[in-house]
């Protein structure tokens, strides 16, 4: 079965600063997607960022960034210029292409708690 | 936009009550999940369902049920609640099941069973 592991538990940042989310995942398949969610405080959780495995390019939306290194089953995300608003849990999420029992299951990660400081 | 809404925020309940979790999507999606969140131990699936009366266990169906009637409902049933259930359910919601497709979330309910 996938494992997904956030290391750090907390991260902090000051506004307008760079922070970067570890994430990595063991797996055995070769076609997968890997997603990052945001869960901010008292608020539903949202899709931040995709990345789909047999893409080498690594995915960008605006200020966020990741960094995807397939041999080392590592996927971290970059937030540039924080803000305030960027204060939220965040959810590492692994998801097979390929059929059998884990089709369509997703499999989280531990979760980062991300602190913006003004 | 996309809107799964949970029939409520926070809940207590009574060890060895049945408790009833609901959630609605408006967008027609084919397919509906539970998660239970725990602190350090992230999200994992309770059940999901890809159509209306189909149901899959996910990685800890144990101690619950589910319900799935009409397309846009989907129930998670605690026949009868433990204290070790308390937790924050979060349904979603997603149009296909596999691949890049995003699943979208409720705002979750907080369950503590005393």
């Known amino acids: 079965a996938q494992t997904v592991t956030q290391s750090q538990p907390e991260m902090s940042v000051q506004e307008a600063e760079t922070v970067t989310l570890s994430c990595t995942y063991d797996?055995?398949?070769?076609?997968?997607?890997l997603f990052w969610y945001k869960q901010p405080p008292s608020r539903q959780m949202i899709l931040v960022i995709r990345q789909e495995a047999y893409k080498q390019q690594n995915a960008t939306e605006n200020r966020f960034s990741v960094n995807f290194q397939k041999a080392a089953k590592s996927f971290s995300l970059k937030i540039s210029d924080s803000q305030l608003g960027d204060a939220a849990m965040y959810f590492c999420a692994y998801r097979s292409a390929s059929g059998g029992t884990s089709y369509g299951k997703l499999t989280f990660g531990q979760g980062t708690i991300l602190t913006v400081h003004p | 936009d996309v809107k799964v809404t949970q029939s409520s925020r926070y809940l207590v309940k009574r060890t060895g009550e049945k408790v009833f979790l609901e959630c609605v999507q408006d967008?027609?999606?084919?397919?509906m999940f539970w998660y239970r969140q725990d602190p350090g131990l992230g999200l994992r699936l309770i059940y999901f369902?890809?159509?209306?009366?189909?149901?899959e266990k996910g990685d800890i169906p144990e101690g619950y049920s589910v319900s799935r009637e009409k397309k846009e409902r989907f129930s998670l049933i605690l026949e009868s609640a433990s204290t070790n259930q308390t937790s924050m359910y979060l349904c979603?919601?997603?149009?296909?099941?596999?691949?890049?497709?995003?699943?979208?979330f409720g705002p979750g309910t907080r369950l503590t069973v005393t």
């Open positions: 967008m027609d999606h084919e397919n």
């Open positions: 797996t055995s398949e070769s076609d997968y997607y």
């Open positions: 979603a919601s997603s149009l296909y099941l596999g691949g890049g497709y995003e699943q979208y």
């Open positions: 369902s890809y159509d209306v009366k189909m149901k």
